[in-house]
């Protein structure tokens, strides 16, 4: 897995999460929990994903039993956020919640962020 990952590591985006104590990163992803714990056991960060749905005996039904995609704000509804480094367009709810954002977008998406109602200090293209 850390193979693959470091191919899709975006150097500046890790940069950026370098700078921050890592207690106070946390990662929020809609991918899949395999995925996301592998990614935040290689960062040394907690995490919150969607979640794979498995039967009494624990197969993996191929469904999720909790889809965060587009509904990461509601967990974080009485949270102060400091920061959100995103490549979601559907994660705009939870940007509007934070102090801070980072977009990391392709550039056909750029007028989104330039234009969402947030403190955008930054958009890193990909």
Do not use: H
């Not at 709810?93 to 007028?111: D, G, P, R």
């Not at 403190?119 to 890193?124: E, G």
């Amino acid at each position: 897995m850390k193979n693959y990952l470091d191919k899709k590591k975006n150097a500046e985006v890790f940069a950026e999460l370098s700078r921050l104590p890592k207690e106070q990163v946390f990662l929020v992803s809609a991918t899949v929990d395999p995925v996301a714990i592998a990614i935040a056991k290689e960062l040394g960060v907690s995490y919150l994903s969607s979640q794979l749905a498995y039967d009494s005996s624990g197969i993996c039904l191929g469904k999720l039993a909790i889809d965060l995609l587009g509904n990461k704000s509601k967990y974080f509804e009485d949270k102060k956020i400091a920061l959100v480094v995103t490549d979601n367009k559907s994660d705009l709810n939870l940007c509007q919640m934070a102090e801070s954002v980072i977009a990391v977008s392709k550039k056909k998406n750029i007028n989104f962020w330039r234009s969402a109602k947030i403190n955008l200090l930054k958009i890193i293209l990909t």
